[in-house]
């Protein structure tokens, strides 16, 4: 497939995995259509350059199909946001459904039509299983809620053959800082309070979301990918192994465990997604010669830790896009004036003392904010200044444990990829474990406002 000035439909392509699929594809010169039922609150999210389509969940607006060389379904409610009600099991059904049905329609509507189409399905295929087999992509679906849901998923969507060649990939846990589990283990685990989980003997079928995304670009390049494969590493570890390696990296104990019990009183039906699985093989990948990045789970742990500078702590990260060149925006945050504007009013941040115009290297500052009413006095310094590619600023007095702030620039697609990384700790750890929640929702408040306001600034290029 000639990449080049070619366009893709990506449908849930703002999530963890269609953002990461979406940056790789621009990088390769594809245009991307993208379909959000919020035009205006994403034009200010999307880590890529794209075209925004507004929709309902339920028809495609024809503009969004035509003339595009392939389609990416990655749509569906979250399996583990809330507990399986009646009323949510049939919303994460519906869901996939729903948009399988809206493409079909779509497509039947076009004269002309996408040369692949890639269906993700999820490895809960196999849950429910009667045996303890191995599972590869001609094992039998298993039993229950989820093999249930991803049975009528794939059943859905193979009538879209009609149209294209269709691969379908069941995606196993998906390793990454930008979301899935990862994020939120690793709270758990960085606060001591991280265990392995029932007997530790299930299997963790775990794909670095680098390679993750490598599985979609090859099936959508390479004409001999067509029905299922699984999208999993082949280096699959127990629960007991996946504990034991995070426990190494932070505070939490190698010997802590959770008993099946206690998770199925919390989670309910939902704990299935804990203590269920079967050991999934991607012998389809494997076979067609698919050369994985990190097929051991060593490896990709360490390539993850890589962007880390203090792995012990917590992380938040965003990403944002803009149509601008680096030399271009660089100015506005090498300016220390530009500070007050990106920060929320609600905060009542104010320079107190410092550089009043330029920012550099080891310059200092002193602030004066207010967080939630609570007046409180910051200091920080600027440490790896690289102009055009790259600061960190560091608290070195004020109410974290430890912050860390790195503020990367990246070029893409003729514009630039801003991409902050927060490494963060709080006091009194692990009892503060209770106010990280409303911490995390503090920062993505801010980095929300943040993003709003440099795009309005700087301009932002999606249509």
């Known amino acids: 497939?000639?990449?080049?000035?070619?366009?893709?439909?990506?449908?849930?392509?703002?999530?963890?995995?269609?953002?990461?699929?979406?940056?790789?594809?621009?990088?390769?010169?594809?245009?991307?259509?993208?379909?959000?039922?919020?035009?205006?609150?994403?034009?200010?999210?999307?880590?890529?350059?794209?075209?925004?389509?507004?929709?309902?969940?339920?028809?495609?607006?024809?503009?969004?199909?035509?003339?595009?060389?392939?389609?990416?379904?990655?749509?569906g409610q979250g399996i583990a946001d809330k507990a399986w009600s009646k009323e949510y099991r049939k919303q994460i059904l519906d869901s996939r459904i729903d948009s399988v049905e809206a493409l079909y329609k779509a497509l039947e509507e076009q004269k002309d039509h996408p040369e692949v189409i890639i269906q993700a399905s999820a490895m809960g295929y196999y849950f429910g299983s009667s045996d303890h087999q191995e599972k590869v992509e001609d094992s039998e679906v298993g039993g229950g809620f989820l093999s249930e849901v991803c049975k009528a998923w794939e059943e859905s969507a193979k009538k879209l053959e009609k149209f294209s060649r269709l691969a379908r990939i069941r995606i196993g846990l998906v390793l990454g800082w930008e979301g899935g589990a990862l994020p939120q283990l690793w709270n758990l685990y960085s606060m001591g309070l991280g265990s392995s989980l029932g007997s530790g003997k299930q299997w963790m079928n775990w794909i670095h979301v680098k390679d993750l995304v490598g599985v979609f670009v090859t099936a959508l390049e390479d004409k001999s990918?067509?029905?299922?494969?699984?999208?999993v590493a082949p280096g699959n570890i127990s629960n007991k192994e996946f504990h034991k390696c995070l426990s190494e990296y932070t505070r939490s104990f190698s010997w802590l465990a959770a008993p099946s019990i206690s998770l199925k009183m919390i989670m309910g039906a939902r704990s299935s997604l804990l203590l269920d699985n079967y050991k999934v093989v991607p012998k389809k990948l494997e076979d067609a010669g698919f050369k994985f990045n990190f097929g051991k789970f060593n490896e990709a742990m360490t390539d993850l830790l890589s962007e880390r500078q203090n792995p012990k702590y917590?992380?938040?990260?965003?990403?944002?896009?803009?149509?601008?060149?680096?030399?271009?925006?660089?100015p506005f945050f090498a300016d220390a004036r530009n500070l007050e504007k990106i920060t929320p009013p609600w905060l009542k941040f104010k320079v107190v003392a410092g550089e009043p115009e330029s920012i550099g290297q080891d310059s200092s500052f002193k602030y004066a904010l207010k967080i939630h009413g609570l007046p409180i006095k910051w200091h920080s310094k600027i440490k790896a200044w690289i102009p055009n590619e790259q600061f960190t600023?560091?608290?070195?007095?004020?109410?974290?444990?430890?912050?860390?702030?790195?503020?990367?620039?990246?070029?893409?697609a003729g514009g630039t990829l801003m991409e902050d990384r927060v490494e963060y700790g709080l006091p009194f750890a692990p009892f503060s474990h209770v106010a990280l929640p409303f911490v995390q929702k503090d920062l993505n408040k801010i980095f929300s406002y943040r993003k709003k306001v440099i795009a309005d600034l700087l301009g932002n290029g999606n249509a």
């Open 1 to 75: 497939m000639n990449e080049h000035n070619k366009t893709i439909l990506v449908m849930g392509g703002s999530g963890f995995i269609g953002s990461a699929l979406c940056e790789r594809l621009a990088i390769m010169g594809y245009k991307i259509n993208l379909l959000t039922r919020s035009p205006d609150r994403l034009r200010l999210q999307v880590s890529f350059p794209c075209s925004l389509f507004a929709w309902n969940g339920k028809k495609i607006p024809a503009d969004a199909v035509k003339g595009v060389c392939a389609v990416v379904n990655l749509v």
């Open 314 to 330: 917590h992380y938040f990260t965003c990403r944002q896009w803009l149509p601008k060149k680096i030399e271009e925006i660089w």
């Open 225 to 231: 990918y067509s029905g299922p494969y699984n999208g």
């Open 393 to 412: 600023d560091i608290q070195t007095k004020g109410p974290y444990r430890l912050w860390s702030h790195r503020h990367l620039f990246h070029p893409l």
